[in-house]
């Protein structure tokens, strides 16, 4: 395969891996606490594989090359659900929930409600930790009240504190759903709100996401006729020097 094309076709690789990032980020628009992805790509070179296209062979090719992922943690809007159980926080912090094999977890995903046990959970099941363990009620508590410190008050008295989580560096967490991130050494939290009643929104944006998805599409269809023309040149080649050797 000529240079160009090895090229085109790792151009081509890299806008794939790309637009599954970006139609990820569009089915999430509605995920409360879903944060977007983007690529980060650099440049690779490496020895030409063959020199015949430039004047010495010892000439670098240079390939496009996507090597991590960007959260972008920017906090989304802040919608009033009325729902007594859906939390939103303003500030830097997460909600640790409890994963099946007894790990901790983080989001931002506040939508949570009780499950059958009376116990409090996230959208997916995980159980919600506060800073004694997972919490459960019933109906002898009745109204809930979450203060803005995340402590949690019934009638019944106070039921215990909402566990928040900080992280130095946030961009080393890793994903492990599409609101939920694991990490190391958790951090205590500091000018941080809890907002009872109300759930954080998507940061994905409808519009840019969808610009950046026609982008894609329109540089995946260049790359897609510079290959198609490359192979003509060679097709071409070869019949025309086939014809003057005969």
């Given at each position: ?6 090229v085109a ?15 990820n980020n ?188 026609i982008e ?31």
């Amino acid at each position: 395969m000529e240079n160009a094309q090895l090229v085109a076709l790792s151009r081509q690789t890299v806008l794939r891996n790309q637009l599954d990032v970006v139609a990820n980020n569009m089915a999430n628009i509605n995920t409360s606490g879903y944060k977007s992805q983007r690529l980060l790509f650099e440049e690779y070179l490496m020895p030409v594989a063959e020199a015949t296209e430039f004047p010495t062979p010892d000439e670098d090719l240079s390939y496009v090359h996507d090597y991590a992922s960007y959260t972008n943690f920017t906090a989304g809007a802040i919608k009033l659900s009325g729902n007594e159980f859906d939390l939103a926080i303003e500030g830097d912090a997460f909600f640790a929930v409890q994963l099946p094999d007894g790990t901790e977890a983080y989001t931002r995903n506040g939508a949570f409600h009780l499950d059958n046990q009376g116990m409090l959970v996230t959208s997916e099941g995980q159980p919600v930790l506060t800073n004694g363990g997972p919490i459960f009620f019933n109906t002898e508590d009745g109204r809930v009240d979450i203060a803005r410190d995340g402590t949690i008050s019934t009638e019944l008295g106070a039921r215990g504190q909402i566990r928040l989580a900080r992280f130095e560096n946030p961009q080393a967490l890793v994903q492990a759903g599409d609101t939920l991130f694991t990490g190391e050494e958790p951090l205590p939290v500091a000018n941080v709100r809890v907002v009872q009643g109300a759930v954080e929104q998507s940061n994905a944006e409808g519009v840019v996401e969808m610009t950046r998805m026609i982008e894609i599409q329109r540089a995946y269809t260049t790359i897609s006729k510079l290959i198609k023309d490359t192979d003509d040149l060679r097709k071409q080649a070869i019949s025309t020097l086939g014809r003057l050797e005969a």
